[in-house]
């Protein structure tokens, strides 16, 4: 049966049914643990591990001891692995709030936006394009370089700007900070969606605030998690298997999913003994507009467009909480690789919701490699959880869903590390 996504009525239902399944293996019919029970502990494991670790944002200490985390693991499944590092001028909020009459509002700075010093910015609240100093506006995650809002940056009207965050379930959802080396626009203060009536209504009224995003800059090392299987002719082009690892908050089933792909594909893979180099990257700064993997790249001139193809463990793979609309999203390149992917989706029982034309720029790291001219599949699920403080614990997690994947990503990476993965 194919694995689809869950109403928000049946979410109790899923959590009562994801404890069980946590709590008890599946046997086959001599009452032997199955393989795949004990891959989906092993998954539960990578996730909890490393949703456990902290607040996973790109050059902070979290950030670091996460990463000799996944190169230890890496190590373990027999593979050369090693941290690579890259430098960035981290964001620290120092003080990050709207203050409203006697109301103190605690809010997240768009980091790709300007900031305001440690006394902020005052002036009358009002909607976005109107001639209040302080514009209010509304934003999903990671658009917030777009629609009204981004059009309200680029022509900075207001001397700062309060953004609602609109994420799928309540609670301060922020962006990534697409332009986060090219910042544009005033301050931007994120605050959670909860608040959305209230800011509304002294809006309407032009009700006195202060808003303030004042941060410290701190020099700081990230570090991009390579690791290498050596294929029998290493005079072949190389096959890439990529995923990030640094977002907001804990983001277990953000990332959860594709690191525990990333890890799993290692043994299959040594054991395949594939024709070419397997090259696995986990990037950090993926918040930041994909400080990472452009790293990474930098330091391999030519690899994007020479390499037999990418694989990108994209966002939220074997998230629980899926809404209704969207679900799995597949991006890829051209035809003959995209058909690969959807073979092995199909034989694996994961239903394709939505394909992204190849014309169109992808979302995630593999944009990187569609604007270098690279041969890519990719795939990203839909969330409820997306970037929510609440995207941790072990039922944000469907463990059998991401064996699935794991499954699937395994066929297309032994094809694609063959001698000749698109022979007729």
């Not at 605030?209 to 800059?217: E, I, M, P, Q, S």
């Not at 199909?346 to 593999?366: C, F, K, M, Q, W």
Request: include cysteine; charge should be positive; hydrophobic fraction near 40%.
């Amino acid at each position: 049966m194919p694995l689809r996504a869950i109403s928000r009525r049946n979410w109790l239902e899923l959590m009562a049914l994801t404890t069980v399944a946590t709590l008890v293996p599946r046997h086959d019919s001599a009452g032997q643990t199955t393989a795949a029970s004990l891959r989906e502990n092993r998954i539960r494991r990578i996730v909890r591990e490393f949703e456990e670790q902290g607040f996973h944002r790109t050059g902070t200490s979290v950030d670091r001891a996460s990463a000799n985390w996944l190169r230890d693991l890496a190590h373990q499944s027999g593979l050369t692995a090693s941290l690579e590092s890259f430098s960035l001028h981290r964001v620290d909020p120092v003080s990050a709030a709207l203050i409203v009459g006697g109301r103190r509002i605690e809010g997240i700075p768009l980091f790709d936006a300007a900031f305001t010093n440690e006394r902020g910015v005052a002036g009358r609240l009002g909607l976005l394009d109107s001639d209040a100093e302080i514009g209010l506006a509304e934003s999903r995650p990671n658009a917030a370089g777009a629609g009204p809002l981004g059009d309200a940056r680029r022509a900075n009207r207001h001397r700062a700007i309060v953004c609602v965050t609109r994420g799928g379930e309540a609670g301060l959802c922020p962006s990534n900070a697409e332009s986060f080396l090219e910042p544009f626009g005033p301050p931007v203060l994120q605050v959670g969606s909860e608040l959305a009536s209230w800011l509304q209504e002294q809006a309407q009224r032009g009700a006195e605030v202060r808003l303030v995003a004042h941060v410290k800059r701190t020099p700081a090392e990230a570090f991009n998690v390579i690791a290498k299987i050596s294929g029998d002719d290493p005079a072949l082009p190389p096959l890439v298997i990529m995923t990030p690892r640094s977002g907001w908050y804990r983001c277990a089933s953000e990332r959860g999913g594709g690191l525990a792909c990333w890890l799993e594909l290692m043994p299959a893979l040594r054991q395949a003994k594939p024709a070419r180099d397997v090259v696995f990257v986990a990037s950090s700064g993926h918040e930041l507009g994909y400080l990472g993997i452009n790293a990474f790249i930098e330091r391999r001139p030519g690899i994007v467009s020479n390499s037999v193809g990418w694989i990108h463990l994209g966002g939220n793979i074997g998230a629980a909480a899926r809404p209704q609309a969207g679900g799995n999203t597949v991006q890829a390149s051209d035809d003959e690789i995209e058909r690969l992917l959807a073979q092995a989706m199909t034989s694996t029982a994961l239903t394709i919701d939505v394909r992204v034309p190849h014309n169109r720029v992808p979302g995630g790291e593999a944009e990187v490699v569609h604007r270098g001219g690279g041969r890519y599949v990719s795939v990203i699920v839909s969330n409820i959880m997306f970037h929510n403080p609440m995207d941790r614990g072990p039922r944000v997690i469907d463990a059998r869903a991401i064996g699935a994947f794991v499954e699937a990503f395994g066929m297309v990476a032994k094809t694609l590390a063959g001698r000749e993965p698109f022979r007729s």
